[in-house]
């Protein structure tokens, strides 16, 4: 919310003289903030849940998932499992560091799945000894909800490894 629009809506709380004055202020204000809110994610170059989404020019969805509303041909972003405060923005294997929660070993990171979804998981994975594993099925080893994620950079220990292309991470327990 802009600050002019901002103050104009305090000046007009401080001078309501109805209570339905000062409900349809506190409405607007809130209204204001959640607009504010969704201003942010689409600043960052991504569409927050509930946004259009699956034409030329729509914004990716923060969580990598459009989806068909159910009785209707629109597409809208809906929020991807075990995604918590992550987006497709935030990946661990690329540098970010973004933290979403804590869990087995410490604080939980936003890692990107081979879907293309953003997933909170904790800092314990494990490589497939039959290679790079190829969907959250070849996960289904692990934890319940265990996803299967991109690879490479920061993630790699070893280049030529099974887990430079892609590897096994289990939800956070207390997402953020």
Partial sequence: MEAQSFDRITRRLVHASSRRGIVLGTAVAALGAM???????????????????????????????????????????????????CTIEDNRCAGDTTACGTGLGGACQCYLTLAGHSFCGNNQYFCLASGPCASDADCAVGLAGTSCVRGGGECSDTPGDSCSVSFCVGPCQHPS
């Fill in 35 to 85: 607009e504010s809110a969704d201003a942010g994610a689409i600043a960052a170059g991504c569409a927050p849940d509930g946004s259009h989404c699956g034409k030329a020019g729509d914004l990716a969805c923060c969580s990598g998932w459009c989806k068909r509303k159910k009785g209707s041909r629109k597409q809208i972003c809906h929020a991807a499992p075990n995604q918590g405060v």
